[in-house]
C-alpha cells in the first residue's frame, strides 16, 4: 500500500495513537488502514469410499493435486464459499456440508477453513482453474503430489477418522502441518 | 474506497475480465483490490461454574455486555487472536482454549470465532475499551443487555452444552441468530 484509497495521498507505515501494531495511515485524511488475514474456503468433497481432488492449472503449485477451495468473497458465508469453489473448480455439487479442519497460516495471513461434503452426484469436470478432476481411493492420493500442506493434513485426518466414523472439528497448530510437510 | 492504494489512480468499480463479481480495479496499473471478510476472534472465560462478560465503552453497542472478541491481526493465529482480545479487553489470561463457536455475518462481511477458555485466575480488569468486567453464574446473565446476538447464542449453547460435557463445535447458520435475537 502507497497510497490512501480514499483520498489519493502518500500513506505513512506507523504506529497509530493509542495502537500498538504498525498500520498503514493517511497523514492527510487520518484514515487507518487495517489488513486483517483473508480467509480461504473449501471442500473435502466424498463419493462412496473416494474423495475428488482437483489438479492445479494455476500458480502457485500448478500441476499439483489440491481440495477444491479458495479466497472466501463479502457478502458469503463459509458453506456458500466453499461451495462455490467447488462448483468453479470441480464443476461439483456437494450437500451435508460439515466444518471439518481449520489451520492457521499466519505467515501468509491466512485461515484454511475446509468442509467435508457428500459429492451430489458424479457430474463433475475441470473447471477454468483446474487441469484435471477425479476421484481417488485412499490407497491411490497421490501423497507427494499434493499442493499445499493443509491439504495432505486434511486427507491424514479423513482417512483416520474415516476408521471411527467420528470426524471431529480439528484446529490444529502449525506445528502439525510443518510434520506433515517434513513427512511427505 | 475511491482511489488505487499502488498509483493513487481513481479507481473503477466494475467485473473484472474472467471475474463474475464486482470489484475496484485500477484501469492506470490494472490492480484488482479485491476485498474480503474480516474474522472476529475472542473467549468465552469460564471460572468454574461462571462466565466472563465485558461491558463496552466503546460503540457500537456501548453499555451493553459481550465476550472479548475483535478483528484478528495479520501474522498471528485465531487461538492468538482470541488471547490478545481477552487480555486488551478484560486483562485476564486463559488457557486450554477450544474452539467453539462460528457465525457467518455475511451481511457485514464478518466471521465470528469464539473459543472456550479456563481463566488462569482472578486477575482481571476492565481494559481501554471495557467499562467493567465481572463473571456472572447462569442465573445472572442479563440477557436483554447483551451487545451481539453472536454473544448471546454463544452463552445459549455454553449453557446447554455444559450439562452434558459435550461441547461439540458449532458452525450455525444466521437463522440461528435472527431466531435468538428475536427472542431476547
Redesign the interface.
Given at each position: 500500500?502507497?497510497?490512501?484509497?480514499?483520498?489519493?495521498s502518500?500513506?505513512e507505515h506507523r504506529i497509530p495513537e493509542?495502537d500498538n501494531?504498525l498500520r498503514f495511515v493517511c497523514p492527510q485524511c487520518q484514515t487507518i488502514?487495517?489488513?486483517?488475514?483473508?480467509?480461504i474456503a473449501g471442500c473435502l468433497p466424498v463419493w462412496g469410499e473416494q474423495v475428488l481432488l482437483c489438479r492445479r492449472a494455476i500458480e502457485p503449485r500448478r500441476g499439483f493435486w489440491t481440495l477444491p477451495a479458495g479466497?472466501?468473497?463479502?457478502?458469503?458465508?463459509?458453506?456458500?464459499a466453499a461451495a462455490r469453489e467447488t462448483l468453479e473448480e470441480a464443476c461439483a455439487r456437494v450437500h451435508g456440508m460439515q466444518?471439518y479442519t481449520?489451520f492457521?497460516l499466519?505467515?501468509i495471513?491466512q485461515?484454511y477453513m475446509l468442509f467435508r461434503a457428500e459429492l451430489a452426484d458424479l457430474d463433475f469436470a475441470a473447471g477454468?482453474e483446474s487441469l484435471e478432476v477425479r476421484l481417488f481411493d485412499e490407497q491411490q492420493i497421490p501423497w507427494s503430489e499434493l499442493a499445499f500442506p493443509t491439504i495432505g493434513r486434511t486427507l491424514e485426518c479423513y482417512f483416520a477418522d474415516r476408521a471411527t466414523q467420528h470426524f471431529?472439528?480439528r484446529?490444529e497448530?502449525?506445528a502439525a502441518l510443518r510434520a506433515h510437510h517434513k513427512k511427505a
Open positions: 500500500m502507497k497510497f490512501c484509497s480514499q483520498c489519493a502518500p500513506v493509542g501494531r488502514h487495517n489488513q486483517n488475514p483473508r480467509i479466497f472466501m468473497e463479502n457478502g458469503e458465508t463459509l458453506e456458500q466444518l481449520l492457521d499466519p505467515h495471513n485461515v477454468e471431529p472439528v484446529n497448530p502449525l
